[in-house]
């Protein structure tokens, strides 16, 4: 009875994997291959963090160039215009005006030219402040280029033992199939017993369970690529 219990266990389980295995194999034959380099290239093309410290460099190096151009001197053009209107000049009394002829405009030109020659040092230290703080942000976007390639590079070398613990799997369940069928053929001859026959089975379902949790493992990792 004890027998019958476990051979029907082992039924229900093989059935499992048997439904799920063919999921494995499709995700087999669909596997992208993907160099190192390439995966780096993606990996900094698409990191959000990444892209937000070019972007402080960028900001802060507009920064700086800003700084340097406050040495510059600063030029001031203006110019106005106005009309003047016709005078009117009274030489003999109110009775008798004389308006001459003048021009009734007029035009107004002006050049400011200032040049800072001094403010304390203060000029040079934005410059200095601001240089330290492109510098800065260059190295914070070397070192998040460094930690997410290194990330990448753990997740790569997941991948590849996971690949290669499925290939020795695979081998483990062809020869488990054949050793369970060489079993059962000795056991129908009366050379081994019903125990024998269990523990090849169970060998069998510990392989296949064992590429079951590969085969999600694997997805999980791709997942976090």
Not at 116 to 122: E, H, N, R, T, W
Not at 198 to 203: A, F, T
Request: glycine letters at 4%.
């Amino acid at each position: 009875m004890r027998y019958s219990t476990s051979s029907n266990f082992l039924r229900l389980l093989l059935i499992h994997i048997l439904a799920v295995a063919p999921l494995w194999l499709t995700a087999q034959e669909n596997a992208h291959l993907l160099s190192v380099d390439e995966l780096f290239r993606l990996g900094t093309e698409n990191s959000l963090q990444l892209k937000k410290s070019k972007l402080q460099e960028v900001i802060y190096n507009d920064q700086k160039k800003s700084a340097y151009t406050d040495r510059l001197p600063d030029i001031q053009v203006g110019a106005s215009a106005g009309i003047i209107g016709q005078p009117v000049i009274f030489q003999r009394g109110l009775s008798h005006p004389v308006r001459p002829e003048t021009p009734d405009w007029s035009q107004n030109y002006n050049i400011n030219l200032t040049q800072p020659l001094y403010q304390g040092g203060k000029i040079q230290a934005k410059i200095h402040q601001a240089e330290l703080k492109k510098q800065i942000a260059a190295l914070n976007s070397a070192d998040n280029e460094a930690e997410i390639k290194l990330i990448l590079l753990q997740q790569y070398m997941t991948l590849f033992s996971y690949y290669k613990q499925r290939e020795v799997l695979a081998r483990n369940i062809e020869e488990s199939e054949h050793r369970l069928k060489d079993i059962r053929r000795m056991k129908k001859e009366g050379i081994v017993t019903r125990n024998d026959e269990i523990r090849s089975e169970l060998q069998l379902t510990v392989a296949r369970t064992q590429a079951i949790y590969t085969y999600y493992e694997l997805q999980r990792t791709c997942g976090m690529l």
